[in-house]
């Protein structure tokens, strides 16, 4: 009896399965290497906003830009959708990667090698799960924004910005961020809101003006590199946080300071557990 009926089962799941059809999305295939070149004019309106938006591969951002240049550079990718597209409208201008909706590629490349011209901007950067390198010293940055999922992103401002920066925002996920020379970026607020990781900010340069940072983690190790000449304080809020410091530094209940002359830089730290060290 058992075989008779194990026998009707597949009969009828072989009947049903006649009845229906099962797309199976492909998987995209890489083919030959195109380079794409991005250029765009800088726009007419004073007020400049700069958008670039990345999915998967390598973003490089520079300066270096020609005259009259906001972006000079690159794309070089194997997959059509890949292609960048520009996007421009009352100084608004939008870099962004084609549309791409499947996760079954593995082995693709996607690299774009971006120079900025010197025209004051805000400049927005979205990014997914991608390896990032930006130098953004002698730039003038009105605004800067990052946001990332899981990266591996280095953020440097080796030169000093040449406006003043309202704010500094970087938002990531579970991701490898190191950001030097940020006292160069000449910011007055700066926040910081990351997963799990490891996040090194590095407050070295030229401090104009008192500025604030707000810096927001999960699980994650923190690195805060500030030099020993600057009037600093850094209060630590977390549970199971545990905070070393080079000599030098006082504290008191959870806040830590090290007196230094010139501006003042304030660092909040709220983390659910993991380390923070505070070294020059």
């Known amino acids: 009896m058992k075989y008779l009926f194990a026998f009707v089962t597949i009969l009828a799941l072989a009947t049903m ?79 962004k990667q084609g549309q791409f909706k499947s996760l079954n590629v593995k082995d693709f490349k996607n690299e774009w090698d971006l120079q900025l ?78 997963g799990a990781g490891d996040f090194t900010l590095d407050f070295n340069g030229e401090l104009q003006r008192d500025a604030t940072v707000t810096i927001d983690s999960g699980f994650s190790d923190l690195t805060l590199v500030i030099p020993d000449d600057v009037d600093a304080r850094v209060t630590v809020e977390g549970a199971a946080v545990n905070v070393n410091h080079s000599s030098g530094w006082g504290q008191r209940n959870k806040t830590y300071t090290q007196d230094g002359s010139g501006p003042t830089l304030r660092v909040i730290v709220s983390m659910g557990a993991g380390n923070v060290t505070i070294t020059d």
């Open 17 to 95: 399965a006649c009845g229906f059809t099962v797309n199976i999305p492909s998987v995209p295939t890489a083919g030959p290497e195109v380079t794409d070149e991005i250029t765009v004019a800088v726009p007419e309106p004073d007020k400049v906003r700069l958008k670039i938006s990345f999915g998967a591969g390598e973003l490089r951002v520079s300066p270096g830009a020609g005259d009259d240049m906001l972006v000079e550079g690159t794309a070089t990718y194997d997959i059509p959708n890949f292609k960048p597209e520009v996007e421009k409208s009352d100084g608004y201008v939008q870099i």
């Open 117 to 194: 011209g010197e025209t004051p901007m805000e400049l927005e950067i979205n990014a997914g799960a991608y390896q990032g390198r930006y130098e953004l010293g002698g730039l003038a940055l009105t605004g800067l924004t990052i946001k990332d999922g899981a990266a591996d992103t280095r953020v440097s401002f080796s030169a000093p910005n040449q406006t003043e920066m309202s704010v500094l925002r970087y938002e990531t996920g579970a991701s490898n961020v190191e950001l030097t020379d940020l006292a160069n970026a000449n910011f007055s607020t700066l926040i910081f809101n990351g």
